[in-house]
């Protein structure tokens, strides 16, 4: 594939076809094995962003999104600029418009992690460089391509592969209906009536042609799976967790549910994990677990977007 131009979004898998999602993963695992034995600080051969710099916008907390993109633009020869919401002019009544025009002018791309979906949309629709949605309240693309990275290197194409996601319909399972439809694997949610995902999220699934389907059996839903996927019950901002943790507690993902999937089926979470809830210690600091692998693979994954958004590759 030729170099993409620049000033490319990274908002929504749904955003983007089938064979750019595949470049982009195609080029993280090719960057990853190139790195093997080489310390984490060192830059990349070719320094792909030397000169570039990424602000990246919080307006929730972060762990692994906050260090794995700054290592990524470290890696890649550029630098990179944190910005928390509350401490500028945006928490205290600034437009998402005026910021996406300022902060166009000072740097090359902005990832955001942003309590509201529409706050990334803004930014995209009026600034001026690529925006990448590190986390909103509708979705998590950027999690989904670490997610497809894992899944790959334990069992090459997912393509006809079946995926299990229980627990609360939110922003990752959204990303995952996205994802299983890009890249034609068979997807199955158990969630808790009431907690389903999005309506218009399978719906574009439908429509799209993906093997998606909806129940509230998790002991089901798990039957045959190759990945079992989970994700805390109560995500932040979240304000009925006590309802959550009355209605998830059928749905925790415990030996015995694993003992459904296929015998060489991973299990996958995107983190923090709260032990005793959505997960069972023993399955995610078990044999089955990915849960490291896929944390790390931010970092790879986040690369080749950043590399894609700002035309390198």
């Known amino acids: 594939m030729s170099a993409t131009a620049p000033n490319s979004h990274f908002l929504d898998l749904k955003d983007l076809p089938s064979e750019v999602l595949r470049h982009i993963l195609n080029t993280?695992?090719?960057?990853?094995?190139?790195?093997?034995?080489?310390?984490?600080?060192?830059?990349?051969?070719?320094?792909?962003?030397?000169?570039?710099?990424?602000?990246?916008?919080?307006?929730?907390?972060?762990?692994?999104?906050?260090?794995?993109?700054?290592?990524?633009?470290?890696?890649?020869?550029?630098?990179?600029?944190?910005?928390?919401?509350?401490a500028m002019q945006l928490g205290?009544?600034?437009?998402?418009?005026?910021?996406?025009?300022?902060?166009?002018?000072?740097v090359d791309a902005v990832m955001v992690r942003a309590n509201d979906h529409a706050t990334v949309v803004e930014?995209?629709?009026?600034?001026?460089?690529?925006?990448?949605?590190?986390?909103?309240d509708r979705s998590h693309?950027?999690?989904?391509?670490?997610?497809?990275?894992?899944?790959?290197?334990?069992?090459?194409?997912m393509e006809e592969r079946k995926v299990t996601w229980i627990g609360d319909g939110n922003n990752v399972a959204t990303s995952l209906i996205e994802a299983a439809t890009?890249?034609?694997?068979?997807?199955?949610?158990?969630?808790?009536?009431?907690?389903?995902?999005?309506?218009?999220?399978?719906?574009?699934?439908?429509?799209?042609?993906?093997?998606?389907?909806?129940?509230?059996?998790?002991?089901?839903?798990?039957?045959?799976?190759?990945?079992v996927i989970t994700d805390t019950w109560v995500s932040m901002g979240d304000v009925d967790a006590a309802e959550r943790m009355k209605a998830f507690g059928p749905f925790q993902v415990t030996s015995d549910i694993m003992k459904n999937a296929s015998a060489d089926a991973v299990f996958l979470h995107c983190l923090p994990a709260h032990r005793g809830e959505?997960?069972?210690?023993?399955?995610?600091?078990?044999?089955?677990?990915?849960?490291?692998?896929?944390?790390?693979?931010?970092l790879h994954a986040q690369k080749a977007i950043l590399a894609w958004c700002l035309g390198k590759i």
Request: overall charge negative; proline content about 5%; glycine content about 10%.
């Open 28 to 86: 993280a695992k090719v960057w990853k094995a190139a790195r093997a034995g080489m310390p984490k600080g060192a830059v990349d051969v070719g320094t792909p962003l030397a000169g570039h710099t990424l602000a990246m916008i919080f307006e929730k907390s972060s762990t692994r999104t906050r260090i794995s993109f700054e290592m990524a633009m470290r890696q890649l020869g550029g630098s990179s600029v944190v910005l928390q919401g509350a």
């Open 92 to 106: 205290r009544g600034e437009s998402v418009a005026d910021t996406a025009r300022v902060i166009s002018r000072y």
């Open 278 to 298: 959505e997960v069972a210690a023993e399955v995610i600091d078990g044999p089955r677990s990915v849960v490291w692998e896929e944390a790390e693979n931010r």
């Open 182 to 227: 890009r890249f034609n694997f068979s997807l199955t949610l158990a969630c808790p009536r009431g907690f389903e995902p999005s309506e218009d999220a399978v719906a574009w699934a439908e429509a799209e042609g993906g093997d998606v389907t909806l129940t509230s059996d998790p002991q089901g839903a798990t039957r045959g799976a190759d990945a």
């Open 141 to 157: 693309p950027c999690q989904l391509m670490a997610d497809m990275l894992t899944l790959e290197e334990r069992f090459g194409s």
């Open 123 to 136: 930014l995209a629709e009026v600034g001026t460089v690529p925006v990448i949605n590190a986390l909103t």
